[in-house]
């Protein structure tokens, strides 16, 4: 063994490409064994650590076994021999150096075919989009190629099987999958004759959405149930106005909350975050009508005419009249205010005669329940709109 390393190590220099002919390329096929991953949603930055296969010939390090006791490999140090200059050109972290890789063992074979599997850490950028979250994926990118060396001089290639997942340490936050690895040549016009080759990894990462599902999207669809129940209490309850304010003061807890949840550095704004800026502004409309439809109840001004006609048109039909009339009014008849046919009308009150309070009151219960289906129509739409489709 130690007259094979020095008939091999006698004059190499691991600073020359290894090559017999500087006009032949070093051939480097890798491929990826992703082990842990950590993404930084905040910065839109992920953290990898993997192992990475590098295979490439070096014709310096080439022997006859039958020369050497029948070795036909040997373990060397990655520091005492060549090794191709890979970096990552979409780095994530400039202040640390991704070219080469961290020192470890080789295996050099008499046919002179050198194998080093070192454990790197690669950091690269990503595009974050939350418009999904808590349901968000994103998709990342990391960029594999010589740092100072054209495709002639040093080709980059991808194995057979481009990465492999044996092994993986599944995330508690995040949902890890590479979705594809390819090659990619480019020219520069500094440089016309010569190519760059590159080696894309494209990963999809996911959000494991089960806590934030039950912290954030239950209560944004009780709080919707509740917006609604403010509008089919009475107006004239004190528990409306209780509901109402408390349900305020629930959306208000909630943005802020989610304020400190969310990143800020998205393309798009989180769907959810909309929502509870829609539905705040929908609770402030309840609680308003709600203060509004006490005080016209309270009135005692003479019901303007247009009023009054409207009511009696809704009034005159079935439907507005379960849906209008209260148990005090139940003495009303289907047909006393309204002309009826077929019973004796004569003692009953008619439109124009019904009191003040009444027509207030009646008038106040067709905006509230006019209010409720608008409502209703508005998270319906609400919810098609901001809702993910996948």
Not at 173 to 189: H, I, M, P, Q, S
Not at 244 to 263: E, K, R, S, T, Y
Request: with cysteine.
């Amino acid at each position: 063994m130690l007259r094979l390393k020095r008939f091999l190590f006698c004059e190499y220099d691991s600073s020359i490409r290894p090559t017999l002919s500087h006009q032949v390329a070093n051939n480097v096929t890798m491929q990826l064994l992703p082990k842990i991953l950590d993404f930084d949603d905040w910065n839109g930055r992920m953290t990898l650590h993997s192992w990475m296969t590098l295979v490439w010939n070096d014709a310096h390090l080439s022997w006859k076994p039958s020369d050497f006791d029948g070795i036909n490999f040997i373990h060397v140090r990655s520091d005492s021999i060549w090794i191709p200059d890979i970096s990552v050109y979409n780095s994530g972290d400039m202040m640390f150096d991704q070219t080469g890789i961290p020192p470890t063992t080789c295996l050099v074979f008499n046919t002179g075919s050198v194998s080093c599997v070192p454990s790197v850490m690669h950091v690269a950028k990503c595009a974050t989009d939350f418009a999904s979250w808590p349901y968000d994926t994103h998709r990342c990118r990391i960029n594999f190629g010589s740092w100072s060396h054209s495709g002639e001089e040093v080709n980059f290639n991808l194995d057979k099987k481009a990465f492999q997942m044996d092994g993986f340490a599944n995330n508690t936050e995040w949902d890890f999958k590479v979705l594809n690895a390819y090659k990619v040549l480019r020219k520069y016009k500094c440089c016309p004759n010569d190519t760059y080759p590159m080696i894309v990894y494209e990963f999809a990462i996911s959000r494991h959405y089960g806590v934030m599902h039950t912290t954030y999207i239950t209560p944004a669809i009780a709080m919707m149930l509740l917006t609604l129940t403010v509008l089919w209490l009475d107006s004239r309850s004190t528990e409306r106005m209780a509901v109402a304010g408390v349900n305020l003061i629930c959306h208000i807890l909630c943005m802020f909350d989610l304020h400190w949840q969310l990143p800020h550095n998205g393309i798009n704004p989180p769907n959810i975050l909309l929502y509870y800026r829609d539905s705040l502004a929908l609770a402030v409309f309840a609680l308003v009508l709600t203060a509004a439809l006490r005080k016209m109840q309270e009135m005692s001004i003479e019901v303007p005419y247009w009023i009054s006609t409207t009511t009696s048109f809704i009034l005159s039909n079935r439907a507005g009249r379960f849906l209008i009339l209260t148990d005090d009014d139940s003495k009303l008849s289907t047909t006393g205010i309204l002309g009826g046919e077929g019973e004796d009308n004569s003692d009953l009150p008619k439109s124009g005669s019904e009191p003040k309070e009444s027509s207030w009151r009646h008038f106040a219960a067709i905006i509230e329940w006019l209010s409720f289906f608008v409502i209703i129509f508005t998270y319906i739409i609400i919810l098609i709109t901001l809702v993910p489709s996948t």
